[in-house]
């Protein structure tokens, strides 16, 4: 789908925009979704959209440790305007952009092994059928909920302050090799902050 220095850049924009509005960035996957979406309708012509509903990762075969967005009942996994993932659907693939900040949003719920910060984009024929059908690390369950995805992005882009950040994230993305310059915001209260690219890094890939 597109190589991993390109979403390497995709999430290194979407990170340094929200943590230049002190959003918390671990736990803003609806952005990471809606942003990285436009970015790719944008700038790669995909024809992306953001999705949500539940996801399940397994993150070690060992210990059976298994990263859940969403809720369970039972055995049925669900998710509803509270408790719900955001990821990108790019036709055959599932992308999600927010994959290496796993684990900077599980050790604010006290998990403490150590999540790469790797890649998550997977062809949805590899993608387990249930969350009880993860065997091996990197298996994952993506659950959408069109309803639900519906009802989020009309809630997110009717508000002009979100449309604005998908905006400036969009215009001042550039694809690698070519840099990105630092940029100025504004804040309602006339703060301006100056922000440079996030210099995270994507070490590999869940495949």
């Not at 959003?23 to 990285?36: N, P």
């Not at 436009?38 to 993150?59: K, N, S």
């Not at 150590?114 to 065997?135: C, E, F, G, I």
Request: charged letters at 25%; glycine letters at 6%; aromatic letters at 12%.
């Amino acid at each position: 789908m597109i190589p991993i220095a390109d979403y390497q850049r995709i999430t290194q924009a979407i990170k340094t925009v929200l943590d230049s509005e002190d959003a918390a960035t671990a736990h803003s996957c609806q952005f990471f979704a809606l942003m990285g979406a436009a970015i790719l309708f944008t700038h790669y012509q995909i024809a992306a959209r953001p999705m949500f509903g539940a996801a399940f990762l397994l993150l070690d075969d060992v210990s059976r440790d298994i990263l859940s967005y969403g809720k369970l009942d039972g055995d049925n996994a669900g998710s509803d305007s509270d408790h719900y993932h955001a990821w990108v659907d790019a036709g055959e693939y599932v992308i999600d952009f927010m994959a290496p900040l796993y684990g900077d949003a599980m050790r604010t719920r006290g998990y403490t092994k150590d999540v790469p910060r790797w890649m998550l984009q997977r062809p949805k024929s590899t993608l387990a059928d249930h969350h009880y059908n993860l065997q091996r690390k990197g298996d994952c369950h993506f659950l959408e909920d069109q309803a639900l995805s519906q009802y989020m992005v009309q809630y997110f882009l009717k508000e002009p302050m979100y449309r604005d950040l998908i905006e400036i994230t969009t215009r001042w993305y550039r694809k690698p090799p070519e840099p990105m310059a630092p940029f100025q915001t504004r804040s309602s209260s006339g703060k301006v902050r100056r922000a440079s690219l996030d210099q995270l890094y994507v070490t590999g890939s869940w495949t």
